[in-house]
């Protein structure tokens, strides 16, 4: 393992709960109700997909123009919550895991299809922990589409079998497997059967005498 890449809502962030709240504002505005329920099924899908959930959910029927507006509103609304973030908001353990990789000369990507990803790591206070970021940017395919993860290991300089990826979706765990990567659960086990290994949260992993320890147990990757 020479490089570690990142999912970013749900594992170095939790921003799943802004997503949440500006899609609700939307479906106010539309005339119906959008549970957290609902919201799952939203869960690494990028914006304009979330969208055609999201009105499938209403019953709703708008032109392509009129979907574009919801979908810039929707952002509008979800920037007005990210950008009054704070260091506090990154999740336990994050910041000692990448000073831990730092310091161990593992390269760190982040992975994520998130436009507003640089923003998010910038008003946090973690940017310059991370040697690349691939995001919606300079990506284009959803995951599963294992293009963001390639990007990464590409933008790190490594191939695919050196790089292992941190995830907390079924989608995400996908994308890691189809680029040719080992990938860490971050979540339920239950959910994230398929991740090759899978941990609470990262106060579960850590780094000894250069070997990954993830729950108590040295991790061979």
Known sequence: MKGCIFDLDGVIVDTAKYHYLAWKEIASELGFEFTEKDN????????????????NIGG?????????????????????YITKMTSEEVLPGVRDFLEALHQNG?????G???????????????????DAI????????????????????????LPAEECLVFEDAVAGVEAAHR???KCVGVG????????????????????????????GEIINF
């Not at 300079?138 to 995951?143: E, I, R």
Request: a positive charge; aromatic letters at 4%; glycine letters at 6%.
């Open 40 to 55: 799952e099924l939203l869960k690494g899908v990028s914006r304009m997909a979330s969208l055609e959930i999201l009105l």
């Open 60 to 80: 709703i029927n708008v032109c392509e123009e009129e979907k574009l507006k919801l979908a810039d509103k929707k952002n509008k609304i979800y920037l007005s």
């Open 179 to 181: 680029a040719g990567m």
């Open 134 to 157: 691939a995001d919606g940017t300079n990506v284009t395919q959803a995951k599963p589409d294992p293009e963001v993860f390639q990007k990464g290991a590409e933008l790190l300089h």
């Open 112 to 130: 994520s299809a998130s436009k507003n990803a640089k923003t998010i790591l910038k008003q946090v206070g973690i940017e310059d922990m991370f």
């Open 188 to 215: 339920k086990r239950e959910i994230l059967k398929q991740a090759d290994v899978v941990m609470a949260d990262f106060r579960q992993v850590k780094i000894e005498n250069g070997k990954l320890k993830i729950n």
């Open 106 to 110: 593992i390269q760190i990507a982040l």
